[in-house]
């Protein structure tokens, strides 16, 4: 094991130079929102960006959306990073005699690389736009639903521009029927942006307690930085090795920015990462998928994301009542000491007379009951669920391992998301082989 | 003159579909921001984003930074835009049937183009995530002065990516000491990067009464436009027409999104248009003179904006006393008609004892003076001015016109705008032939 990464390391500094400039603007990166995140908090608490972290006793107030400053330094150190993939085009020679007429290669030029890159980093930063805009004047859901699709613009753009790909292999299973791929046309472009406005949400709603959003972040993206590596790691074909060296030049300093924001947002928190951040995190890989041709294994990475929001539908679409807070709910053993703050899961209780719960609401929550997904806590003289938790993933975790502090519940949701993403790599490398 | 504009829009409409396209489109961006800002009147001064207008005597607390969703109104138009002037390379054919490998002309694609849009773009986008970023934090002069040259990153890295020209043609007089031509190498990009900083902030200066910012924005727009119409219409040259054809491109929408503005912002005025906007506009402006390749004629569109910079410097750099707020003063001579609200200048007063004024300080104002640009109040026992007017163009207006009332005062300041501009076509198309 330890061979095989020393392998991979020599292996890039010698073929990939990029890759190492890419992996020293990460930890730059990384460093200086480390400096930064702390000299801000003030000015945001002073700009009224906060606010009230309702799982601690003393429930202190504090700075929100520091997604934004970290957003900021990432979209700064990509625009630093642009022209380092071409380096070789300049023969080496920066910002010192190049003029137009002296250009050998201009025809050669890879412009359609730089142009994925800008329309990438430009589709990120409309992303950081539009998620600021929410954290200052909190738009409503059934507009900024569709936040993520308005930033998507431009690589959906770029991607039609670069006479894109709109085929997917088709599974072995089904070849007799579709043939060997289905061209999706502009069903592709709708297969995209559902992509990216799922990447985008669902980050958001796994949300509200100290560490997650972030925490979960940077399991997906060092799964993506993973299997990246795999991919480019002695791979003869060099367009394959190209994608995957775009998805870590994006996927590097990312990295390194959310492990600083997620230093400062670990329990107990000291800030508040914002929808910024979750808008920003969900679009740069979402980007990432997109032009690294690999949306299906990112889908993968998403596992635990995808089960929250699957689990969560009855409630998000009505069909059982929903309360404004689903957040776990506190239990206070003793006021003075904060380690004895425990956790469990909030509950619904389902009043039939002033909200009735349709017929295909309570089918809903009895199959989840079957599954042992749901925590029943009382029924009604008919037999019916009154009371059960509220239908998101940390309220499941809380109703199998009983009240626990806030920093356990977001361990155990990250080792979630980790064995999902071993599971991820294991249908990628291995079932992969009965259906492609 | 009915003539040749007729003309001229002929002449555009058989060659140039394109720039219809871009007419159209500018034309609904302006009614979608004339639709959107009094709808965001609410949510934005519940968002605390609200400033009061302090120069009516009610002293009215009106929504501001409504900059931030025109500029985004903008930004859409520019991403749905995109595909446009590449439609030739898709045969008309929208969505379907480009499939990567039917297309024939891939090596023909003029990827550079599309990635001079997109840097344009992101260079715009940066900075009205700054300004916006700064409307809500209120961000330090110190540190904010450097946010233009942040937000002009990507478009100077597109610009030495593209093996950007960095030569300016000599003036003849020079010629025999220069050459015909001056590489200036890596000055030239901190040519480009003083002109980004200028433009931006130069607008953000001249501000303080309603309708101001984007009425001289509006006349700069214009100016470029026209400017540009002269260029294309039957010009030979495909490269120049080119180059001013995306400049109109980048223009056309932003004058429909700026008119939209300035009807809200006009005199009494509904919203404010925050920094955003002025760092949206300066920005625009300086992206387009920058790969427009005219930064030289879009410097002579700022002459009242480049006065009032000059003329501001002697209390900007602190050589004269500088009070917090230089806007003009409110005189009231019926408190119940707003129409009777007269604006006299604002004074400094010049405290020898508190702050001294350095010698310097006293010459700079001495010539002003003598130049006829400095209204002295009174004058100390020594003979030297103890007040006189704050030093800005508004003031400065006003010292010759006397008190009147807050809409005349714009619409002299932007009447100035527009004989400057006539006097800016005059120097580019007659005087220019002395010197190039």
């Not at 392998?7 to 990166?29: G, K, P, R, W």
């Not at 613009?153 to 088709?170: A, D, K, Q, R």
């Not at 998301?417 to 599971?423: F, K, P, R, T, V």
Request: net charge positive.
């Amino acid at each position: 094991m330890l061979d095989t990464i020393k392998d991979i390391i020599q292996y890039i500094s010698q073929y990939h130079e990029s890759l190492v400039v890419s992996f020293i603007l990460a930890i730059l990166a990384g460093l200086t929102a480390v400096k930064t995140i702390p000299r801000l908090k003030q000015p945001f608490l002073n700009a009224k960006l906060s606010g009230i972290d309702i799982l601690k006793p003393n429930k202190p107030i504090l700075p929100e959306t520091l997604g934004l400053p970290i957003a900021i330094i990432y979209l700064i150190t990509m625009f630093l990073f642009i022209p380092v993939p071409f380096i070789d085009w300049f023969g080496g020679k920066f910002f010192f005699s190049v003029v137009h007429d002296e250009a050998p290669h201009l025809g050669t030029f890879p412009y359609h690389k730089l142009g994925e890159i800008l329309s990438a980093i430009l589709a990120i930063q409309s992303m950081v736009l539009l998620g600021f805009a929410d954290d200052v004047l909190d738009v409503r859901w059934r507009y900024k639903v569709w936040f993520p699709a308005i930033a998507g613009i431009p690589l959906l753009i770029f991607y039609y521009t670069n006479f894109g790909v709109t085929y997917v292999v088709t599974p072995i299973q089904l070849r007799p029927w579709f043939g060997d791929m289905i061209h999706l046309g502009p069903l592709y472009y709708v297969y995209m942006l559902s992509l990216i406005i799922f990447c985008t949400h669902s980050i958001n709603i796994l949300a509200g307690i100290n560490g997650i959003e972030a925490g979960q972040t940077l399991v997906i993206s060092l799964s993506i930085i993973i299997n990246d590596l795999l991919y480019i790691y002695k791979n003869p074909d060099q367009r394959s090795v190209e994608v995957h060296l775009f998805s870590l030049y994006f996927m590097l300093p990312f990295t390194g920015v959310t492990l600083a924001l997620l230093y400062y947002n670990w329990y107990p928190a000291k800030v508040f990462v914002g929808d910024t951040f979750c808008y920003f995190a969900g679009m740069t890989i979402a980007v990432v998928g997109i032009l690294g041709h690999f949306p299906k294994t990112l889908v993968l990475f998403f596992i635990p994301q995808m089960f929250n929001f699957l689990y969560s539908c009855p409630q998000l679409f009505r069909f059982v009542e929903c309360p404004r807070h689903r957040m776990p709910r506190v239990l206070v053993d003793n006021k003075n000491d904060q380690s004895k703050v425990l956790l469990h899961c909030s509950v619904v209780t389902l009043n039939q007379e002033r909200k009735p719960t349709g017929k295909l609401g309570r089918a809903m929550l009895e199959f989840l009951n079957v599954l042992g997904l749901l925590h029943v806590i009382s029924r009604d003289d008919h037999g019916r669920i009154s009371q059960c938790n509220n239908l998101t993933l940390l309220n499941l975790v809380l109703s199998y391992t009983g009240p626990i502090p806030e920093n356990r519940l977001t361990c155990t949701v990250l080792l979630i998301q980790i064995l999902c993403s071993l599971l991820a790599f294991y249908i990628r490398y291995s079932l992969v082989k009965f259906v492609y």
